[in-house]
């Protein structure tokens, strides 16, 4: 199954010693390089309840557990709700920890994700994005991650599954560095189930890449701590004032961080994702792997066809990368933000374009920005829809939200 | 509030490092009706220090000589945390413990 292949050259001169010298390279789908991630990462517990498209994630950690090639608890649940507050306690323990959840699970876990970031817990957790209930959709937008995104949690929103298996690594060290919890969200399916060929770490240099920090406090009978108490109203604020400090802190941290992984694994990629920008008159604004993919390939189309268009994708939505935003559309004419989520009754309905549009106006940019809504429940994004996005944004540059590959 | 520790200050995740520092907060202020305990009618059963939802019945070791009876115990209340709640007077086999309303 592992394919062992010498060093072959691609990396040389790019980091001398600290660099891996072979290159263990692995045809997985998205959520089996989450796993990777999470046994190369020397995880102590994992909380797990099957959903839809998360379950092989799990799946994968159990056959790793029980052959003995990850040394963890693995805890079966009766819910998402308790799959999260597993993880909260095994983390208040002082334990690295782990667990994965989508859609329906996400939102029934989701008062859990209040506690762990309002504890400060470093927990990882996989989000493979799916659709939102009523009427059931097991397939792929990003309803779910959209109402998880005000809780305090560190959201990285990734794009192959090469990414899904760095970032998750990444998240750790990030984690543990800012005691926050943070998402590792992908598409579901789209991502989570391609199987695409996925560039493995050592484990032994992933392990020193996430040494064990002195967690400020842990539950331990020898030093008994009080965790989750009631703050009156004299005390409640300043915490909260704490986590808004340390999101907002974390946004160089996830950088650095991102950085360093580069240096020593090779693979790196910002807080912002361009694509064909540096001279760009018109932009598409995403998130996730189908939406980027599609929009660099109508790029593409687009510039043959005279259009100087380009894509920017956000990797990094919590906290969210408000500089490097606006200095990646700092040249366009205009743009569109394409969001596979619906915030109902928002004076515009797409989440992203909302904080692009406050990113903005807090910093004096009035630019035509159209805020596009496709790929919701799946729907299928042509490269000509978004070929159609630069059209729109050439020959009517507004502002307004179009429903996209909708029968309306 | 102003002497209060600043958000820098305070440990991150409203943890509280110091164990049994809820000791220091004087929690009694709501209450309306406090237990008297009647010694001369106490035969020392333990019920009410038993019962106390709050550990507020305290319990004193010495020589106590009542009604021609010597006791090695005695009991009193913690009237700074105490909140009045009379489980103690209720379970009272000797009916020694009065609910006595507060001055107002």
Redesign the interface.
């Not at chain 1, 394919?3 to 660099?19: K, L, N, W």
């Not at chain 1, 298996?165 to 005691?179: L, W």
């Not at chain 1, 993919?293 to 100087?308: F, H, P, S, V």
């Given at each position: 199954m592992c394919e062992r292949m010498p060093h072959q050259g691609y990396r040389d001169g790019a980091g001398g010693s600290m660099m891996q010298k072979t290159k263990l390279v692995e045809a997985l789908t998205g959520n089996y390089a989450a796993a990777y991630a999470v046994k190369a990462s020397d995880v102590d517990v994992i909380a797990v309840y099957p959903i839809t498209p998360q379950t092989t994630i799990v799946e994968k950690l159990s056959e790793f557990v029980a052959n003995g090639e990850l040394n963890a608890e693995l805890i079966h649940v009766e819910s998402e709700h308790s799959a999260l507050s597993a993880v909260v306690g095994a983390s208040a323990a002082g334990a690295r920890v782990f667990t994965a959840t989508s859609s329906q699970g996400l939102e029934l876990a989701h008062e859990n994700l209040h506690i762990a970031s309002?504890?400060?817990?470093p927990i990882v957790m996989a989000v493979p994005a799916r659709a939102l209930s009523a009427p059931i959709s097991i397939h792929n937008d990003y309803g779910d991650v959209m109402n998880a995104r005000d809780t305090g949690w560190i959201i990285y929103i990734v794009a192959s599954a090469q990414e899904v298996y760095d970032t998750i690594i990444q998240a750790y060290r990030v984690a543990e560095t800012a005691?926050l919890p943070a998402m590792v969200a992908y598409d579901g399916f789209l991502v989570s189930h391609t199987v695409e060929p996925v560039e493995l770490n050592d484990e032994e240099e992933v392990r020193k890449f996430l040494p064990r920090p002195q967690r400020?406090?842990t539950l331990n009978p020898k030093r008994?701590?009080?965790?989750?108490?009631l703050?009156s109203p004299?005390?409640y604020y300043?915490?909260k004032?704490?986590q808004a400090?340390?999101l907002r802190e974390a946004y160089k941290l996830v950088k650095d961080v991102d950085a360093l992984y580069g240096e020593k694994f090779g693979r790196s990629y910002g807080v912002v994702e361009t694509y064909r920008m540096e001279d760009a008159d018109y932009a598409v604004v995403t998130y996730g792997g189908a939406a980027y993919g599609n929009a660099k390939a109508a790029a593409d189309m687009a510039r043959e066809r005279g259009i100087a268009a380009g894509v920017v994708r956000v990797r990094l939505y919590r906290p969210f990368p408000t500089m490097d935003l606006l200095k990646a559309l700092e040249g366009v004419k205009a743009f569109a933000v394409l969001d596979r989520a619906i915030m109902f009754g928002s004076p515009a309905e797409g989440p992203l374009y909302k904080d692009v549009a406050t990113a903005m106006f807090m910093h004096g940019v009035d630019k035509p920005a159209v805020s596009v809504i496709h790929g919701i429940g799946q729907r299928t994004m042509y490269v000509e829809d978004m070929y159609k996005i630069y059209t729109m944004l050439k020959e009517r540059p507004n502002k307004e939200v179009v429903f996209m590959g909708v029968r309306p | 509030?102003s002497n209060?520790?600043?958000?820098?200050e305070?440990?991150?995740?409203?943890?509280?490092?110091e164990?049994g520092s809820t000791r220091r907060n004087k929690t009694a202020g709501w209450r309306t009706l406090k237990p008297v305990i009647h010694d001369d009618r106490c035969v020392r059963c333990q019920l009410c220090w038993l019962y106390c939802p709050e550990g507020t019945i305290v319990e004193i070791k010495g020589v106590f000589k009542v009604n021609g009876r010597t006791y090695d115990t005695k009991y009193e209340i913690n009237y700074d945390h105490c909140k009045g709640c009379g489980i103690c007077a209720n379970e009272c086999p000797t009916k020694a413990i009065e609910m006595v309303p507060e001055a107002p």
């Amino acid at each position: 199954m592992c394919e062992r292949m010498p060093h072959q050259g691609y990396r040389d001169g790019a980091g001398g010693s600290m660099m891996q010298k072979t290159k263990l390279v692995e045809a997985l789908t998205g959520n089996y390089a989450a796993a990777y991630a999470v046994k190369a990462s020397d995880v102590d517990v994992i909380a797990v309840y099957p959903i839809t498209p998360q379950t092989t994630i799990v799946e994968k950690l159990s056959e790793f557990v029980a052959n003995g090639e990850l040394n963890a608890e693995l805890i079966h649940v009766e819910s998402e709700h308790s799959a999260l507050s597993a993880v909260v306690g095994a983390s208040a323990a002082g334990a690295r920890v782990f667990t994965a959840t989508s859609s329906q699970g996400l939102e029934l876990a989701h008062e859990n994700l209040h506690i762990a970031s309002g504890i400060r817990l470093p927990i990882v957790m996989a989000v493979p994005a799916r659709a939102l209930s009523a009427p059931i959709s097991i397939h792929n937008d990003y309803g779910d991650v959209m109402n998880a995104r005000d809780t305090g949690w560190i959201i990285y929103i990734v794009a192959s599954a090469q990414e899904v298996y760095d970032t998750i690594i990444q998240a750790y060290r990030v984690a543990e560095t800012a005691n926050l919890p943070a998402m590792v969200a992908y598409d579901g399916f789209l991502v989570s189930h391609t199987v695409e060929p996925v560039e493995l770490n050592d484990e032994e240099e992933v392990r020193k890449f996430l040494p064990r920090p002195q967690r400020p406090y842990t539950l331990n009978p020898k030093r008994p701590v009080t965790m989750g108490p009631l703050a009156s109203p004299d005390w409640y604020y300043e915490f909260k004032y704490q986590q808004a400090t340390a999101l907002r802190e974390a946004y160089k941290l996830v950088k650095d961080v991102d950085a360093l992984y580069g240096e020593k694994f090779g693979r790196s990629y910002g807080v912002v994702e361009t694509y064909r920008m540096e001279d760009a008159d018109y932009a598409v604004v995403t998130y996730g792997g189908a939406a980027y993919g599609n929009a660099k390939a109508a790029a593409d189309m687009a510039r043959e066809r005279g259009i100087a268009a380009g894509v920017v994708r956000v990797r990094l939505y919590r906290p969210f990368p408000t500089m490097d935003l606006l200095k990646a559309l700092e040249g366009v004419k205009a743009f569109a933000v394409l969001d596979r989520a619906i915030m109902f009754g928002s004076p515009a309905e797409g989440p992203l374009y909302k904080d692009v549009a406050t990113a903005m106006f807090m910093h004096g940019v009035d630019k035509p920005a159209v805020s596009v809504i496709h790929g919701i429940g799946q729907r299928t994004m042509y490269v000509e829809d978004m070929y159609k996005i630069y059209t729109m944004l050439k020959e009517r540059p507004n502002k307004e939200v179009v429903f996209m590959g909708v029968r309306p | 509030m102003s002497n209060l520790p600043r958000a820098s200050e305070l440990p991150i995740g409203a943890v509280i490092p110091e164990p049994g520092s809820t000791r220091r907060n004087k929690t009694a202020g709501w209450r309306t009706l406090k237990p008297v305990i009647h010694d001369d009618r106490c035969v020392r059963c333990q019920l009410c220090w038993l019962y106390c939802p709050e550990g507020t019945i305290v319990e004193i070791k010495g020589v106590f000589k009542v009604n021609g009876r010597t006791y090695d115990t005695k009991y009193e209340i913690n009237y700074d945390h105490c909140k009045g709640c009379g489980i103690c007077a209720n379970e009272c086999p000797t009916k020694a413990i009065e609910m006595v309303p507060e001055a107002p």
